[in-house]
């Protein structure tokens, strides 16, 4: 937990007159020194003890009144404490910094070039802090009343992003980085700030070979782990001017193949890990009153309809769960549980454009080891291809089929608690709210793990803290939230509250059709209008009387081996994405926009080439051959049409498939036609789920005949190289920053992605919460205002501010004791909301 007293005045107090000693100290001795490095130090003083001076005096003039922002007194934490407590960081830093010139500047051996750029580092650290604590103290606090950290929301996104890009960001990249987190986590944070600064010259570098790339890795890892401040400079323009493909490219390094199977090795073991696809058909689920039955349409808005990817994690086999076939329990000698009273429904973080279950599976595996209960994680859709709200769709779509088929999962469902992290908080958390309007059963309980609540471009002091988040940098998590809810300032977000209303009776499946086909119909269905957001209109039906029968089965099983070997099939070199061949020469990052022009010049005029085409039919024409050739087959459905098929071979070898795990029963089918329609749902499924593996494609991993249509893809192989980088003061000019990026832009607003927003009424509903977040995250006010919410509604809440670590610790568990810490804190939490620790107490006693 954050400390009680956040401010300079705190625990730094006794240590103040003895560090203005030091640095007057210090400032004497080298005033007389007259080399060049002597005078820089000398300057380098002078400049940092009237920073210091400043910073004190803004940071007292905060620390007075940030008391009367806290959740409670016996939990402090609120932006306006975490700028105090960096303060008091940024002090315990100079003063060992000073401590050490003052031991050892007689020296031989004294480095006068390394501590030249240490102090002039601190120097520009305190300068840079001094102006956000005066905007704190000079527009946030007289806005900031009444105890609400985020009153102003009457502000211009553009005042935030001007603020910021006022505040010189350079030194809280290079020597100073990290320097509020544990220890244990700065070398961590720093060697993944020089992964960031060697990727993002290599994503763009000239050279397509392996051994071409190979050699531009080396040769950037090298210089940016030697020099900090070419290191800090490439890093903040990288976050000023990338797009949401380098985002997505660098961010899915945690989904590579080593990666993924890390936790496997070092993590605990688990009894089941299967993959399992969620098809994306209407689902019905009875009302809480038991009044009548909320039919809720497949997703439908921005791209296609694809089955969704989930992952049930269990450290034990449960009775009924999926994956035990008859006689398992003798031949594999092994337990079978009874089936748990509780479940874990999990969404990802990541922004909304990245990550999956496999990249969480870090502290995945701890929560289903040591909280007991199967643990089912969705995969959903990412951005920008799959904006607002077709995420929240899926989730809803698995939410209601998980409530209809509680046993396969091994679960009697008795408890339901729901958990995500950052974006995936915010997912469960419109989901609640739309539960709570449709009627249906929302889950037992709620936890968040530093989420978003509000996503309005407004200032608030925790949102000030990202100009120094080395693991969402403000850029990155801005141009996350333009490609998840974005929309240009002329389009009308048409994403409405549904009403509890009731539909005529459907008896025949003509009708459900029909009902469909209505919902679906519109804007949000045309390619041209995919930048808007769809509805979320869900109709009801009476009680027990609508046609729920589908065509295909409502689950199937796919196993981590099936994945595996179609990964293979799209990791084959014919099938990888070109690199590019744009060239990053210095730490500027400049638009392609020139490029792309005179590309498009020379080929109209026959001085270009078409190989990049050339070489992406060749990967589809590819593929095509190869499915056609040993993977699909086509039959004719009813209508007559021809649709393809997985080749099953004869009908002897179908009779003797032992491969199906689940299927659903269908009276009247035969077991040809059971296992035809399973195998199209496990292609189906693969391909899905390669979409949440992260892998780099070109198109999709198929053609025409692919029985599952692939993600529209709206920016092609030349949005890997949007952007370049170059000493050009053209390339400069054509620069897209912030400001630029987000001109014309706005946010949706809407009360399933702002939750603070939905009425009070619905609030009031929430089932008991639990919120753990940190004191230097940027979402650290909207969960404070969520919990004090809630708790004013008199909703069950509890809310943990862990000090000192940085938005996505759970994924660093492994690397840092801290963060493991924190970890058994969120296992602590959800098996309170499970009811978990109460019955362990009350067996002890």
């Known amino acids: 937990m954050m400390a009680a007293d956040g401010g300079a005045s705190g625990s730094c107090q006794p240590i103040l007159p003895t560090l203005f000693h030091m640095l007057d100290d210090n400032t004497s001795h080298f005033k007389d020194d007259d080399s060049e490095y002597g005078q820089r130090l000398h300057s380098g003083f002078v400049l940092l003890k009237e920073n210091m001076e400043k910073v004190l005096y803004l940071s007292e003039a905060v620390r007075k009144e940030a008391h009367l922002y806290d959740f409670d007194q016996h939990t402090p934490g609120n932006g306006f404490r975490s700028f105090n407590s960096i303060v008091q960081q940024a002090i315990l830093s100079v003063f060992d910094l000073c401590k050490q010139i003052c031991t050892n500047r007689d020296s031989l051996l004294f480095r006068k070039g390394h501590f030249v750029r240490e102090v002039e580092a601190w120097g520009q650290t305190l300068a840079s802090l001094a102006v956000l604590l005066e905007y704190i103290d000079s527009m946030l606090l007289p806005r900031c009343e009444d105890g609400n950290l985020l009153s102003g929301t009457n502000s211009s996104p553009n005042e935030l992003m001007s603020m910021l890009n006022s505040v010189p960001q350079y030194s809280f990249y290079g020597r100073c980085l990290g320097f509020h987190y544990y220890p244990s986590l700065r070398k961590t944070l720093k060697y993944l700030n020089i992964c960031l600064s060697a990727f993002s010259e290599v994503y763009y570098a000239d050279g397509n070979s392996f051994m071409q790339r190979t050699k531009n890795t080396v040769m950037s890892s090298s210089k940016y782990v030697v020099d900090a401040e070419l290191r800090s400079r490439r890093i903040v323009d990288v976050v000023q001017y990338s797009s949401v493909e380098f985002i997505k490219a660098f961010w899915s390094v945690a989904e590579t193949d080593f990666m993924t199977q890390l936790p496997g090795i070092v993590g605990p073991s688990l009894a089941v890990q299967q993959v399992v696809i969620v098809p994306c058909e209407e689902q019905q689920v009875m009302k809480m009153d038991g009044t009548a039955t909320v039919v809720v349409p497949p997703p439908h808005s921005h791209i296609e309809g694809q089955p969704i990817t989930c992952h049930l994690l269990s450290a034990q086999l449960r009775e009924g769960m999926v994956g035990r076939k008859p006689g ?429 927003s939905a009425p009070k009424d619905i609030l009031a509903k929430f089932p008991a919460s639990a919120i753990l977040t940190v004191e230097y995250d940027f979402c650290l006010d909207d969960d404070v205002t969520m919990a004090k919410t809630l708790k004013s509604l008199g909703v069950p809440v509890t809310i943990d501010i862990l000090s000192s670590l940085p938005h996505g610790f759970l994924n660093l568990s492994l690397v840092s004791q801290e963060a493991h810490s924190g970890c058994k804190k969120s296992i602590s939490r959800i098996k309170q909301l499970l009811g978990i620790e109460e019955r362990e107490e009350n067996a002890k006693g």
């Open 328 to 756: 398992e329990r003798e031949s594999k000698n092994s337990s079978i549980l009874a089936p748990s009273d509780g479940l874990l429904i999990h969404c990802h973080g990541g922004g909304f454009v990245t990550q999956s279950t496999k990249a969480q599976e870090v502290f995945l595996r701890e929560w289903a080891s040591n909280i007991g209960v199967p643990i089912l994680s969705i995969d959903y859709s990412l951005a920008p291809e799959a904006p607002y709200p077709r995420p929240l769709e899926e989730v809803l779509t698995v939410y209601c089929w998980v409530l209809n088929n509680l046993k396969v999962l091994g679960t009697t469902g008795t408890k339901i608690v729901m958990t995500g992290d950052s974006a995936g908080g915010n997912l469960i958390a419109g989901l609640t709210v739309k539960c709570l309007e449709l009627g249906i059963r929302p889950a037992d309980g709620l936890f968040f793990a530093y989420t978003p609540f509000v996503f309005e471009l407004v200032p608030s002091p925790a949102r000030l803290l990202a100009v120094m988040d080395p693991m969402l940098p403000l850029g990155f998590a801005l141009r996350c939230l333009k490609a998840y809810a974005g929309i240009s300032s002329g389009i009308t977000s048409r994403v409405t509250s549904p009403g509890d209303v009731t539909l005529p009776t459907f008896t025949s499946q003509a009708s459900k059709t029909s009902t469909n086909s209505e919902l679906i119909e519109g804007p949000a269905n045309d390619a041209s209008a995919n930048d808007a957001p769809a509805s979320l209109n869900v109709p009801q039906t009476k009680s027990g009387v609508s046609d729920t029968q589908s065509d295909t089965e409502s689950f199937v099983e796919v196993s981590e081996s099936d994945v595996k070997e179609a990964e293979t099939l799209v990791k084959s070199p014919s099938f990888l994405s070109d690199p590019g061949s744009d060239t990053l020469t210095t730490v500027s990052l400049t638009s392609e926009a020139s490029k792309l022009e005179d590309t498009s010049t020379k080929n109209s005029n026959g001085n270009g080439s078409n190989k990049p085409e050339e070489k992406e039919e060749r990967s589809r024409r590819y593929v095509t051959e190869f499915l056609e050739k040993y993977v699909l087959d086509s039959r004719t459905d009813k209508q007559g049409r021809r649709v393809p098929i997985l080749r099953t071979g004869s009908d002897e070898s179908e009779q003797e498939d032992e491969n199906v795990l689940f299927e659903a029963p269908s009276m009247g089918a035969g077991i040809t036609a059971k296992l035809g329609r399973a195998k199209d749902a496990v292609v189906s499924g693969i391909s899905a789920g390669l979409t949440s593996f992260g892998l780099r494609r070109k198109e999709s991993v198929s053609s025409p005949t692919s029985p599952v249509k692939p993600l529209p893809t709206a920016v092609k192989r030349s949005s890997l190289g949007q952007i370049l980088m170059g000493r050009s003061p053209s390339r400069r000019n054509s620069r897209c920053s912030l400001m630029e990026e987000f001109s014309g832009v706005e946010i949706i607003n809407d009360h399933y992605l702002n939750p603070l």
